[in-house]
């Protein structure tokens, strides 16, 4: 089956981040000029000298999100059920050689969690993970969705890189959306960050989306670790990636997230700085660029940042978050996989939103059978 590493491979890192480098004033309004974009337009978009026209570009940015999403939020909290993981990962606090305790939650836990979701009101949860086959696997997801299905109109899933099989387990069992970061699409590096386990074969999570599709998950949703590598060639590559995506799997949701590395246990510093104008200026040229993507922002980034950006691009927030195993209730104090920066609750993002003209949705849909 081909794959996007046949697409891929036809591209070099160093020729693509010397390209957006080199871009002129002349092609940032060439560009803004058009009312469509392609990914030559996409590059051009995430060029330093294109954040002198960031003004112009959030206008058109709240203008295409309006039209096509309309004045609402969509509302979701991460459920962590585990931080056992058998990879080494310099970035993550879950990695291996990192000397924690480790917890995997237990049916009744689970209940406990869920329990404390649902009394904030939320009805979309992120299943997250380590990367612990020996323990948390296919069989144990599975049983995890079965505890929980009747409790969320939308279930999503950030675990480790599975098999289409696996992936297609999932979908019959009720997953609407599977998220997966390559984390960096510079392989050269790759294997600096990813020293030990199943994540450090570049490949076969390269062509983890690819398996998701083929499975038919309702939803697929990518991104990079922003801090690792030079984000704006880093974010080509993703924009590159879904583009291939959606035109293969064109009957696929595709989300992006934009996490920026987070303090966390053991954890190295951001080798490239990215901040809040660049990270703006990012969001703004996804949404120009696609205006069918969803766009997500999780906790990872602080208040101010957070309220600013609602009327910008965005169509997905977390609130309320905890990334450790049980920080709901029945463990808040186990390891974290980073650092939260909007502690707020969801309650008040909720009012946030309100104030901001928007709609907060918990609920975005029922299955119906008949």
């Known amino acids: 089956m081909k794959t996007f590493k046949s697409i891929f491979e036809q591209y070099n890192w160093d020729e693509i981040q010397s390209r957006i480098y080199k871009t002129t004033s002349k092609d940032v309004e060439r560009t803004l000029a058009n009312s469509k974009y392609n990914l030559d337009d996409f590059l051009i978009l995430i060029s330093p000298i294109a954040q002198n026209y960031l003004e112009q570009m ?3 940015c709240h203008e295409i999100t309006k039209k096509r999403f309309g004045k609402t939020i969509q509302m979701y909290a991460p459920l962590y059920l585990s931080n056992e993981c058998q990879n080494i990962c310099t970035y993550c606090g879950f990695s291996l050689d990192n000397k924690i305790k480790r917890k995997t939650l237990t049916d009744a836990e689970i209940k406990l969690e869920v329990e404390a979701l649902k009394n904030t009101g939320f009805d979309h949860v992120l299943l997250v993970t380590g ?7 296919i069989n144990y997801f599975l049983n995890a969705i079965h505890l929980i299905r009747e409790d969320f109109s939308i279930i999503s899933v950030e675990v480790q890189p599975l098999s289409t099989e696996d992936y297609e387990r999932l979908h019959d069992a009720g997953v609407y959306s599977v998220l997966v970061y390559q984390e960096t699409y510079h392989q050269e590096v790759y294997k600096k960050y990813h020293t030990k386990g199943k994540k450090s074969n570049f490949d076969y999570r390269l062509e983890t989306p690819d398996r998701i599709g083929t499975a038919g998950i309702h939803k697929i949703g990518l991104g990079v670790l922003l801090g690792l590598e030079d984000w704006r060639t880093d974010s080509f590559f993703n924009a590159l990636h879904l583009d291939y ?17 987070r303090p966390a246990e ?3 510093e951001p080798n490239f700085i990215m901040d809040d104008k660049d990270l703006t200026q990012l969001i703004c040229a996804y949404r120009l660029w696609n205006e069918d993507l ?11 940042f957070r309220n600013n950006i609602i009327p910008i691009g965005v169509t997905s927030m977390s609130a309320g978050s905890k990334t450790n195993p049980g920080g709901y209730v029945v463990d808040p104090q186990s390891l974290e ?6 502690e707020r609750s969801a309650e008040e993002i909720s009012k946030i939103i309100k104030n901001a003209g928007y709609e907060p949705v918990w609920k975005d849909w029922t299955k119906a059978f008949v």
């Open 294 to 304: 969803e766009i997500s922002i999780s906790t990872r980034e602080n208040e101010k």
């Open 245 to 261: 995506l959606q035109k293969k799997y064109w009957q696929t949701k595709y989300s992006v997230s934009f996490p920026r590395l």
């Open 266 to 268: 053991g954890i190295i």
């Open 131 to 137: 990367e612990a086959n020996y323990t948390v696997n």
């Open 337 to 342: 996989q980073f650092e939260i920066s909007d």
């Open 58 to 60: 959030a206008q058109k």
